[in-house]
């Protein structure tokens, strides 16, 4: 009895998410949606944000309980599964030139939006560390696992995953086009391994690094791919190190006790399952169904967060949130063309 009074209230809300997420898993095997690099976590919100400012009002009552359940617990869980999409052998494929390049990237990356954010736009501190925590390494997964830490609201969410999409979408094509106008000019001796490095280190979703590297070629993807894996593990020390700053600099309450630190715990979750991933203990097809797992509570979390989600709250945040990411997709353009550039000629 104690267990049924604690899920059913939760019931109507988990199905709801449940139906958004069925549905955007399968509009996300498309091949439109897929040819342009639209995941099934980005179809996930949108569809939640369009459910949320139509018939979600209605629903509320009887689904805030198993929507908000989602929204944390499910995303947690999601996050600490993404582990087993990569594994500590990726490091020795991309080598030290490629887990330099990252490093410089995210961190470079974080630093710009925070400073811009903050001090040119006028922006609140949490909007801009979202934002910056979207670019900087891997699209609205990190932005949904800094949300907790952060403490940001819905619609502060909300907008840094949809920059995300929009510049991610648009390196999706860019970059490829980039590379053929730098080959045919002759402009960068950049072949397709390097030109791999570079896109996994700047570019927002896994989804969109694999479009991007295909465009070249199958070498120059799989190499992107495990660059932004990479890129992913840094996730884990990304969240702790942000914490401990957040806690340090945070303002006194009201009773005069110091900001707490925030341990994300599923963040070391997700180190950990990295871990046990580089054994390689589990048959391939469990390891396939679990992975198909994460995907499913992710895209659950990201239709919460479309749920409660209002459309007036994006219009409220106006430009500033899309030109920040503007120049952060700069950046990452060219400031991670130059930090490529830097580390190869260091290390080769």
Same mark, same amino acid.
């Given at each position: 009895?104690?267990?049924?009074?604690?899920?059913?209230?939760?019931?109507?809300?988990?199905?709801?998410?449940?139906?958004?997420?069925?549905?955007?898993?399968?509009?996300?095997?498309?091949?439109?949606?897929?040819?342009? @690099?639209?995941?099934?976590?980005?179809?996930?919100?949108?569809?939640?944000?369009?459910?949320?400012?139509?018939?979600?009002?209605?629903?509320?009552?009887?689904?805030?309980?198993? *929507?908000?359940?989602?929204?944390?617990?499910?995303?947690?869980?999601?996050? *600490?599964?993404?582990?087993?999409?990569?594994?500590?052998?990726?490091?020795?494929?991309?080598?030290?030139? /490629?887990?330099?390049?990252? *490093?410089?990237?995210?961190?470079?990356?974080?630093?710009?939006?925070?400073?811009?954010?903050?001090?040119?736009?006028?922006?609140?501190?949490?909007?801009?560390?979202?934002?910056?925590? /979207?670019?900087?390494?891997? /699209?609205?997964?990190?932005?949904? %696992?800094?949300?907790?830490?952060?403490? /940001?609201? =819905?619609?502060?969410?909300?907008? =840094?995953?949809?920059?995300?999409?929009?510049?991610?979408?648009?390196?999706?094509?860019?970059?490829?086009?980039?590379?053929?106008?730098?080959?045919?000019?002759?402009?960068?001796?950049?072949?397709?391994?390097?030109?791999?490095?570079?896109?996994?280190?700047?570019?927002?979703?896994? +989804?969109?690094?694999?479009?991007?590297?295909?465009?070249?070629?199958?070498? %120059?993807?799989?190499? +992107?791919?495990?660059?932004?894996?990479?890129?992913?593990?840094?996730?884990?020390?990304?969240?702790?190190?942000?914490?401990?700053?957040?806690?340090?600099?945070?303002?006194?309450?009201?009773? @005069?006790?110091?900001?707490?630190?925030?341990? &994300?715990?599923?963040?070391?979750?997700?180190?950990?399952? %990295?871990?046990?991933?580089?054994?390689?203990?589990? &048959?391939? @097809?469990?390891?396939?169904?679990?992975?198909?797992?994460?995907?499913?509570?992710?895209?659950?979390?990201?239709? +919460?967060?479309?749920?409660?989600?209002?459309?007036?709250?994006?219009?409220?945040?106006?430009?500033?949130?899309?030109?920040?990411?503007?120049?952060?997709?700069?950046?990452?353009?060219?400031?991670?063309?130059?930090?490529?550039?830097?580390?190869?000629?260091?290390?080769?």
């Amino acid at each position: 009895p104690a267990l049924r009074q604690r899920w059913q209230p939760r019931l109507t809300g988990l199905l709801l998410v449940g139906l958004i997420a069925a549905v955007s898993l399968y509009l996300a095997e498309l091949s439109w949606l897929q040819a342009r @690099g639209l995941s099934a976590l980005t179809v996930a919100i949108v569809g939640g944000i369009v459910v949320g400012n139509t018939l979600y009002p209605r629903l509320a009552p009887s689904s805030a309980a198993g *929507v908000g359940f989602s929204k944390h617990w499910l995303l947690r869980a999601g996050i *600490v599964l993404y582990g087993l999409r990569l594994t500590f052998q990726d490091i020795g494929h991309v080598g030290v030139s /490629g887990v330099l390049m990252d *490093v410089l990237v995210v961190a470079s990356t974080f630093g710009l939006a925070c400073w811009l954010g903050v001090r040119v736009f006028k922006m609140e501190r949490e909007a801009a560390m979202l934002i910056g925590a /979207g670019s900087a390494i891997c /699209g609205a997964a990190a932005v949904m %696992a800094a949300e907790p830490v952060v403490r /940001g609201r =819905a619609a502060q969410v909300t907008v =840094a995953v949809s920059t995300v999409v929009v510049f991610g979408t648009l390196a999706m094509f860019l970059y490829p086009a980039l590379y053929a106008l730098v080959q045919s000019h002759g402009w960068l001796a950049m072949d397709a391994r390097q030109y791999g490095l570079f896109t996994g280190a700047t570019v927002h979703e896994v +989804a969109q690094v694999v479009a991007a590297g295909r465009a070249v070629s199958e070498a %120059a993807a799989d190499t +992107a791919v495990i660059t932004k894996m990479v890129r992913v593990m840094l996730l884990a020390p990304f969240l702790v190190v942000l914490s401990l700053w957040l806690a340090r600099g945070g303002k006194a309450s009201a009773d @005069g006790s110091k900001a707490r630190i925030v341990v &994300p715990w599923f963040a070391f979750g997700f180190v950990a399952v %990295a871990g046990f991933n580089s054994l390689h203990l589990l &048959p391939a @097809g469990l390891q396939a169904g679990l992975v198909q797992l994460d995907t499913v509570l992710l895209a659950m979390a990201m239709a +919460a967060l479309g749920l409660t989600t209002h459309v007036s709250a994006l219009r409220q945040a106006g430009l500033k949130p899309l030109l920040l990411a503007l120049i952060l997709f700069a950046w990452l353009l060219f400031g991670g063309l130059a930090i490529h550039q830097g580390v190869l000629a260091v290390l080769g």
